[in-house]
Structures are given as structure tokens and as C-alpha cells.
């Protein structure tokens, strides 16, 4: 089992940052990747950013390519989202996630078996 529990959410202006952590807990020597993913009411949740806990290679959606950053404290079992430039359409309920399975598309989140409650994140025009 791995508990994930997310914080940093809040509301920003258009334009502007935030940073959005991860602690992980319980067996997180299972897990392969690790990410971020995102959603709105009605929509699907969709794969923002992930990365590989051994190597750390890093995958992004297009949609944030350059503006995000994903990274991993192993030290200290945290990941973390460094989000710039945000854009209303950024707005969502933002979660961490881990997955025990090695995969081919690793922004797809019916591979991730464990995931967090969420943290919100609002971005105002």
C-alpha cells in the first residue's frame, strides 16, 4: 500500500505560480512512476506530468510543456509540481498518483493504482 496526500492548491491570478507537493508513505519502494494528473466536473481526469522514481525521466502533457515542472525529493518520499505561467484552463482538481506497474503511456491513469484526495487549484482571468 502507498498513501499519497497532496497540498498546495489554492486560487491565483492568470499569469502566476504555484507549487503543489506530494507525501508519499507506506511502500513506496513498489512503485515506478509517479504523477500528477488533473479534472474537471464532467471531464476525464488526464495525465499533466510523470516521472520515473528510479531515473527520473519526465513525460508532460502538451497542454504544459514549459510552463510545468515535475520533480521527486526520494530523501524525503515528496513529489512536487512547479506550475508557471497557469492559464484559467489550468483550473482543476489537481492529484498525485503512483504506479506498481511498469507501462507504456505513463500519463494514462488507469495505470496508477494508488492516488490522493485531490488538492484544488483555481486560476482567475
Known amino acids: 500500500q502507498v498513501q499519497l496526500v497532496e497540498s498546495g492548491g489554492g486560487s491565483v491570478q492568470a499569469g502566476g505560480s504555484l507549487k503543489l507537493s506530494c507525501a508519499a508513505s507506506?511502500?513506496?519502494?513498489?512503485?515506478?512512476?509517479l504523477g500528477w494528473f488533473r479534472q474537471t466536473p464532467g471531464k476525464e481526469r488526464e495525465g499533466v506530468a510523470t516521472?520515473?522514481?528510479?531515473?527520473?525521466?519526465?513525460w508532460y502533457a502538451e497542454s504544459v510543456k514549459g510552463r510545468f515542472t515535475i520533480s521527486q525529493d526520494k530523501a524525503k518520499n515528496t513529489l512536487y509540481l512547479q506550475m508557471n505561467s497557469l492559464k484559467p484552463e489550468d483550473t482543476a482538481m489537481y492529484y498525485c498518483?503512483?504506479?506498481?506497474?511498469?507501462?507504456?503511456?505513463?500519463?494514462?491513469?488507469?495505470?496508477?493504482?494508488?492516488w490522493g484526495h485531490g488538492t484544488q487549484v483555481t486560476v482567475s482571468s
Open positions: 507506506g511502500n513506496t519502494g513498489s512503485t515506478y512512476y
Open positions: 498518483a503512483a504506479s506498481v506497474e511498469r507501462v507504456i503511456s505513463t500519463l494514462t491513469s488507469s495505470y496508477y493504482a494508488y
Open positions: 516521472i520515473s522514481r528510479s531515473g527520473g525521466t519526465t
